[in-house]
């Protein structure tokens, strides 16, 4: 055996558009470095071309992924969970080098991660039954109301919380039938580039979820702008490019969740599912002609 010290393979980082790994169309890249400004990767510079990709690779999948059953769904998304696992101690490397922990503390945020995994999949075949149903209504009908998935969401993910945070703001886009565009942490990419590896293997149809690294600005405002994208969340967005965000988004009337305090930590609820959904109301007659009783 030679006693030349092996050198190791570093990892070529690309975006996932469509379920293909790309590198930029510009080109470009950019580095990557953790809390203490050590080298990490060369991660890919999406451009705007980029980002007009992944809205055509995310309306195409979009018929079949919410005309897919909330069972199915529920079932893809756990298996998300399942390879998160086996992937677990990868995570905990990169979240640690991401975001500056210790591993102990990288491995609680992977741990919470892959549980909100799997609570999201739980929700997929429930979150009907909690926000709709049957409306009383005075007269001869059935009013039923129904969630409906709104489309092309485009995702600006936590930029501090660069596992957990994106979980917490993609899981329920998708849970809920919609597909997602999803513009990375500028500073801390490398979990959700390799979150995209994941994806690509556990069943989640291709432009299901886009992933896209780069200089969030340059990314986001094409999407927020972008007319065939439905709904936008600003989570991690500053202030003063959310309100760039939002009066572009107003051009074609998207639905803007604002950016907010967050601990993802904590249990998340349903509002962040909600806040991508429609309500489609039914009527239909019961079969009741008039107060005497009568029917057909």
Do not use: C
């Not at 199915?72 to 998160?84: F, K, P």
């Not at 591993?103 to 929700?123: E, L, N």
């Amino acid at each position: 055996m030679s006693d030349e010290q092996r050198l190791s393979v570093f990892k070529t980082y690309k975006l996932y558009v469509g379920g293909k790994f790309p590198r930029s169309e510009s080109g470009r890249v950019y580095e990557v470095t953790d809390s203490k400004g050590k080298w990490l990767a060369n991660a890919p510079q999406s451009s705007r071309k980029d980002a007009r990709d992944a809205v055509v690779a995310a309306r195409k999948a979009f018929g079949g992924w919410s005309g897919a059953t909330a069972y199915n769904r529920g079932q893809v998304l756990y298996r998300v969970a399942e390879m998160l696992e086996g992937r677990r101690d990868q995570f905990v490397r990169e979240v640690a080098d991401a975001e500056g922990l210790s591993k102990s503390k990288a491995a609680a945020v992977v741990d919470a991660t892959i549980d909100r995994w799997v609570w999201y999949a739980g929700w997929t075949d429930k979150i009907a039954q909690v926000i709709g149903g049957g409306n009383p209504v005075a007269g001869p009908f059935f009013n039923l109301s129904s969630p409906e998935p709104t489309g092309v969401v485009a995702v600006v993910a936590p930029q501090e919380s660069s596992f957990l945070g994106l979980v917490s703001v993609l899981a329920p886009v998708i849970a809920t039938g919609n597909t997602a565009v999803v513009v990375a942490s500028e500073k801390a990419p490398l979990p959700a580039l390799s979150l995209a590896e994941v994806l690509a293997t556990s069943d989640v149809p291709g432009g299901v979820v886009n992933i896209l690294s780069g200089a969030t600005a340059e990314i986001a405002k094409p999407l927020a702008a972008h007319q065939d994208v439905n709904a936008i969340d600003l989570a991690g967005a500053g202030e003063e490019l959310a309100k760039e965000l939002e009066i572009a988004a107003a051009d074609n009337l998207k639905r803007v969740l604002r950016p907010q305090p967050v601990d993802y930590f904590a249990a998340p609820g349903t509002d962040r599912m909600t806040a991508f959904l429609e309500t489609k109301t039914v009527w239909h007659p019961t079969g009741s002609l008039g107060a005497s009783g009568s029917s057909y």
